[in-house]
């Protein structure tokens, strides 16, 4: 039995091709260097980034009432830190094949290779990236692993519209990073969650000013910050709930109507403010009398 022939031009290409695109000759180079971007993981064992691991295991706290640095630190550790994409092969679609033979092209893939992404609790999008491929195979035994920078990844998670980046699914701790530090990991930018980011508190003050039956707004952390491992210690990062709470404090006397109206009001003012917007993922208000 013979072996199906290379297209004639493809045979001439590979017959006559002794370099590459810019004409610099294949022979005496040597592939496997850390000067060739394409080969930046050779010595890559799987395991995860210590950096990273470190960061993620000193969430597990007893009293997790400080979780803004142990955060910014896993964000830190991704900064630097190889993870893992998780591709899996999809039948193509029947109307692919169809496409490539009125193109006068012969389709002979059934099948191609798609990056994988979650539906999080909330409807949105999320790209789950792994720290290992021990994690990773443990979560997907199918799923092919492509090492990537974490910074690639969120560009990545970005191009395919998720908003969330998950590490470890299915791990006995899962770390769930949010909208604002996707974006800032994929810019490559410095994060600061939104419930101590000082700028971002005096936005909000001085967007309350403007609503008279507000006498203060302060905020803190939100109870979705905070995940657990497996085992069901509490780990201080890391959630996916709302991560911003806001503690609103009305003058006396108000109505449940003029509560209502109030914050209504202080929500439209906040929603048309770019700045609250990109470094708020969720809020929870806290109306207080």
């Known amino acids: 039995m013979t072996g199906r022939q290379l297209p004639a031009h493809i045979a001439a290409a ?3 091709n ?3 695109s810019a004409g610099r000759p294949w022979a005496g180079r040597d592939l496997s260097g850390p000067d060739n971007p394409l080969h930046a993981f050779d010595d890559d064992d799987g395991t995860a980034d210590p950096r990273l691991a470190a960061a993620v295991a000193a969430l597990v706290v007893l009293q997790p009432d400080q979780p803004g640095p142990l955060e910014r630190k896993v964000f830190e550790s991704l900064t630097t830190a190889r993870v893992f994409i998780p591709i899996v092969a999809r039948l193509s679609e029947p109307g692919e094949a ?5 193109a006068g092209m012969h389709s002979d893939k059934e099948a191609d290779m798609a990056l994988v992404t979650l539906t999080a609790p909330d409807g ?3 790209l789950p990236v792994f720290s290992s491929t021990v994690a990773l195979e443990r979560w997907h035994a199918d799923a092919r692993p492509v090492a990537a920078y974490a910074s690639r990844a969120a560009l990545a998670a970005v191009a395919e519209g998720a908003e969330l980046m998950v590490l470890d699914p299915g791990a006995d701790l899962t770390f769930v990073l949010r909208r604002p530090a996707v974006w800032a990991l994929a810019q490559q930018i410095e994060w600061t969650p939104s419930y101590e980011d000082e700028t971002l508190s005096s936005l909000v003050g001085a967007a309350a000013l403007d609503h ?4 203060t707004v302060a905020l803190r952390p939100g109870a979705g910050v ?3 491992s497996a085992d069901g210690s509490i780990a201080c990062g890391g959630g996916s709930g709302p991560e911003l709470r ?3 404090r009305f003058r006396p006397g108000l109505t449940s109507e003029g509560v209502r109206d109030a914050v209504a009001s ?3 003012t906040l929603l048309g403010l770019t700045d609250f917007v990109e470094r708020v993922d969720s809020l929870d208000i806290k109306l207080i009398s």
């Open 212 to 215: 008279q039956d507000i006498i």
């Open 266 to 268: 202080l929500r439209g």
């Open 246 to 248: 806001m503690d609103v």
């Open 18 to 20: 002794t370099g590459d």
């Open 124 to 126: 949105r999008k999320a």
């Open 14 to 16: 590979l017959a006559g």
């Open 226 to 228: 905070l995940s657990r």
């Open 98 to 102: 169809a496409a490539a033979s009125r």
